[in-house]
């Protein structure tokens, strides 16, 4: 029995690895690329879908291509009595802010930021983060290249 619910995740992990990819493939392709019959390969995205194990389908844009092309991650301190939470909901509602993490380690929450450039990165941080009621402290890391 646990054999076989190995086998399962398993066949389910090369799915998803084929869908991560593409997520436009269609159940043709996936079956070719896993190697796994059309039908169990339908089946299986519909029972994940139904699951909440696929959330949703979405696109992987081209950044820079949107004006966007400068990438950073901003490590936030919070000040003893703030929401975490609450905090990072407003963080997440500045343009340019793709996602919010609360986070465990020396720092309590983590945002990505798309921009179109480093000047618009120092606004973000000095002139609306820091000003912020709650954020005490900021690190901020540009991702030199994607893979």
Do not use: C, W
């Amino acid at each position: 029995m646990e054999y076989h619910s190995i086998m399962s995740k398993d066949i389910d992990e090369k799915i998803l690895a084929e869908l991560q990819r593409n997520a436009k493939a269609t159940t043709g392709t996936l079956a070719k690329k896993t190697g796994i019959p059309a039908t169990t390969v339908h089946n299986r995205i519909k029972r994940m879908e139904r699951e909440g194990i696929i959330k949703s389908y979405i696109p992987i844009l081209d950044y820079a291509k949107l004006g966007k092309g400068i990438s950073a991650l901003i490590f936030i301190s919070v000040e003893h009595k703030t929401d975490q939470e609450q905090l990072a909901k407003k963080l997440l509602r500045i343009s340019g802010v793709s996602h919010a993490r609360i986070i465990t380690g020396g720092f309590d929450i983590l945002i990505e930021v798309r921009l179109g450039t480093i000047d618009e990165l120092n606004s973000l941080i000095t002139g609306e983060l820091r000003k912020i009621e709650g954020v005490d402290k900021t690190q901020t890391m540009i991702v030199l290249k994607e893979i």
